[in-house]
């Protein structure tokens, strides 16, 4: 038995690249039925302040 890619023949290249290719394919489904199954509504939010507020601090930096 021969590891090497490059010394394969023509049956060993083809089922690579079906194995390959139906790897791809399921992982498109996959992400797919993932993508339409969740709720992904776009509705916006709308968050209304109750009160102001201010923001302050007594810490001052110090630069040497």
Do not use: C, F, W
């Not at 790897?23 to 039925?33: F, N, Q």
């Amino acid at each position: 038995m021969n590891h090497s890619i490059h010394s394969a023949d023509r049956a060993t290249h083809l089922k690579i690249v079906v194995v390959a290719l139906v790897a791809s394919i399921a992982v498109a489904v996959l992400g797919i039925s993932a993508r339409v199954s969740a709720d992904y509504s776009q509705t916006a939010h709308v968050v209304k302040p109750t009160k102001q507020i201010a923001i302050t601090s007594s810490e001052t930096s110090t630069v040497r």
